[in-house]
Nanobody, 123 residues
């Protein structure tokens, strides 16, 4: 019923920037928290940044001051602006959202994941 689709990944040199986008689609009633996670090879998936429906943000210490999360509630979209990228930022980045959606008999809440987008930072 709900899909998250990421875009904006790619290959960039150290010190460069990328902007990730994640658009939610489906029978969406509301979206609560949205976030970006990443998973590097042979490592566990980790939270990079999150944002509430009211705009409060939270960042992992490793990206504070370099990454900025934002959202456009009218477009059901969350963004991750990544500046001063480092080789250690290389990972697959996943979008996550807590979504309330409508179905035949009412509303349900669910936690959704996108399929991920690769970010590679070369040294």
């Amino acid at each position: 019923q709900v899909q998250l689709v990421e875009s904006g990944g790619g290959l960039v040199q150290a010190g460069g920037s990328l902007r990730l986008s994640c658009a939610a689609s489906g029978s969406i009633f509301s979206i609560n928290a949205m976030g970006w996670y990443r998973q590097a090879p042979e490592k566990q998936r980790e939270l990079v940044a999150s944002i509430t429906s009211g705009g409060s943000t939270n960042y992992d210490d490793s990206v504070k001051g370099r990454f900025t999360i934002s959202r456009d509630n009218a477009k059901n979209t969350v963004y991750l602006q990544m500046n001063s990228l480092k080789p250690e930022d290389t990972a697959v980045y996943y979008c996550n959202a807590d979504v309330v959606y409508g179905f035949e008999f009412g509303y349900r809440s669910t936690n959704c994941w996108g399929k991920g987008t690769q970010v590679t930072v070369s040294s």
